[in-house]
């Protein structure tokens, strides 16, 4: 009788402790799960554009395991959102004490240096990025923008063709790219980049003005006009589409592409969208006045450009304020096309 009292007090200590294994190991999964599911509602959050509440969940799997550094990264771009920068800092910190081959922190952190404008150590940071992970196309990508921000424009280059090399289908690039060469004066270049970024699926207001304005620099008149008309088809409240337009129109050297009328039009219409015009709309508003033998507003509303317009301006102004006195209207000096018939 003893020995079977005493087997089944050991039978049932033994199931006891099988279940209260069992316990543990299930409160240990939960709790476990419950970390996984912070970080999961935090990058739910995070994509869904609700950058506070993501904070908070991240926060949460942080205090419940403090070297979680991905939650770190994930709470980073959400302050980076939110633009409290210096926090989003320090958060990548900690994920490179953390984790001193963690590239996503040297590319967040180059990033967060570079909306800081602190563009020297934007581009150490992304440079280690590059480093860890050679063909990092959104790190290639950076380090060109901040290339290019610090004038380095060969160097800006040779990444983003780097960056297109291994992502051909990123718009971006291509964007970026044709805007450095429109910088740099590299017209052509310039109108096959943004070409190829249309092609790309991104016929934007914006992308067409640009192109519009390398093929204007081109002297391609028709082919520039062809462009702001579609940007403004696409926005009708396209400002710089309607700027510039109205600009060809009414100061183009060649007579067969000047429209004085629809330049006066579409500039009466650029400057009716703003309470208050920047001194190229006055200045656009002027040439257009001038153009169809207003010269009184001409000069009025040159002269209110000369008072809003940066130093560097002032020559072009001035030019256009002369000619305007002189009752003539004028004529782009930028552009060496045949010289104008008046």
Same mark, same amino acid.
């Given at each position: 009788?003893?020995?079977?009292?005493?087997?089944?007090?050991?039978?049932?200590?033994?199931?006891?402790?099988?279940?209260?294994?069992?316990?543990?190991?299930?409160?240990?999964?939960?709790?476990?799960?419950?970390?996984?599911?912070?970080?999961?509602q935090?990058?739910?959050?995070?994509?869904?554009?609700?950058?506070?509440?993501?904070?908070?969940?991240?926060?949460?799997?942080?205090?419940?395991?403090?070297?979680?550094?991905?939650?770190?990264?994930?709470?980073?771009?959400?302050?980076?959102?939110?633009?409290?920068?210096?926090k989003?800092?320090?958060?990548?910190d900690?994920?490179?004490?953390?984790?001193?081959?963690?590239?996503?922190?040297?590319?967040?952190?180059?990033?967060?240096?570079?909306?800081?404008?602190?563009?020297?150590?934007? @581009? /150490?940071?992304?440079?280690?990025?590059?480093?860890?992970?050679?063909?990092?196309q959104? =790190? !290639?990508?950076? *380090?060109? +923008?901040?290339?290019?921000?610090?004038?380095?424009?060969?160097?800006?280059?040779?990444?983003?063709?780097?960056?297109?090399?291994?992502?051909?289908?990123?718009?971006?690039?291509?964007?970026?790219?044709?805007?450095?060469?429109?910088?740099?004066?590299?017209?052509?270049?310039?109108?096959?980049?943004?070409?190829?970024?249309?092609?790309?699926?991104?016929?934007?207001?914006?992308?067409?003005?640009?192109?519009?304005?390398?093929?204007?620099?081109?002297?391609?008149?028709?082919?520039?006009?062809?462009?702001?008309?579609?940007?403004?088809?696409?926005?009708?409240?396209?400002?710089?589409?309607?700027?510039?337009?109205?600009?060809? @129109? /009414?100061?183009?050297?060649?007579?067969?592409?000047?429209?004085?009328?629809?330049?006066? =039009? !579409?500039?009466? *219409?650029? +400057?009716?969208?703003?309470?208050?015009?920047?001194?190229?709309?006055?200045?656009?508003?002027?040439?257009?006045?001038?153009?169809?033998?207003?010269?009184?507003?001409?000069?009025?509303?040159i002269?209110?450009?000369?008072?809003?317009?940066?130093?560097?301006?002032?020559?072009?102004?001035?030019?256009?304020?002369?000619?305007?006195e002189?009752?003539?209207?004028?004529?782009?000096s930028?552009?060496?096309?045949?010289?104008?018939?008046?």
């Amino acid at each position: 009788m003893f020995i079977v009292e005493l087997i089944m007090t050991i039978l049932g200590l033994t199931l006891i402790g099988g279940y209260l294994c069992l316990l543990l190991r299930w409160v240990y999964c939960l709790r476990r799960e419950w970390r996984k599911r912070y970080f999961a509602q935090g990058t739910r959050r995070l994509h869904q554009g609700k950058f506070e509440a993501a904070i908070a969940k991240f926060t949460k799997a942080i205090q419940k395991q403090p070297e979680n550094v991905d939650a770190y990264l994930g709470r980073s771009h959400a302050y980076i959102r939110m633009n409290e920068l210096d926090k989003a800092l320090a958060d990548c910190d900690t994920v490179i004490r953390l984790q001193p081959t963690n590239h996503f922190a040297f590319l967040n952190r180059g990033a967060i240096y570079g909306l800081k404008e602190d563009y020297p150590r934007s @581009l /150490a940071d992304t440079t280690q990025c590059l480093e860890l992970q050679p063909e990092y196309q959104d =790190a !290639l990508f950076n *380090r060109a +923008c901040t290339f290019s921000r610090l004038g380095n424009t060969e160097e800006a280059l040779v990444d983003f063709s780097k960056a297109i090399l291994l992502s051909p289908s990123k718009i971006d690039n291509y964007i970026e790219r044709g805007n450095l060469f429109f910088d740099t004066q590299q017209y052509s270049k310039a109108i096959e980049d943004f070409t190829q970024a249309m092609k790309l699926g991104d016929s934007t207001a914006e992308l067409l003005t640009c192109r519009g304005y390398a093929y204007l620099k081109m002297e391609l008149f028709e082919k520039a006009i062809a462009d702001y008309e579609l940007a403004i088809e696409i926005d009708p409240h396209a400002r710089p589409a309607l700027n510039n337009l109205a600009w060809l @129109l /009414a100061t183009c050297p060649v007579p067969e592409y000047r429209d004085g009328n629809r330049a006066l =039009a !579409l500039a009466l *219409r650029n +400057c009716e969208q703003v309470d208050e015009t920047e001194w190229s709309d006055s200045g656009v508003l002027a040439a257009a006045y001038a153009e169809v033998g207003q010269f009184d507003d001409a000069v009025r509303l040159i002269n209110e450009a000369l008072m809003k317009a940066p130093e560097h301006e002032n020559i072009t102004c001035e030019a256009q304020l002369k000619c305007y006195e002189n009752l003539q209207p004028y004529r782009d000096s930028t552009l060496k096309s045949s010289s104008d018939e008046q």
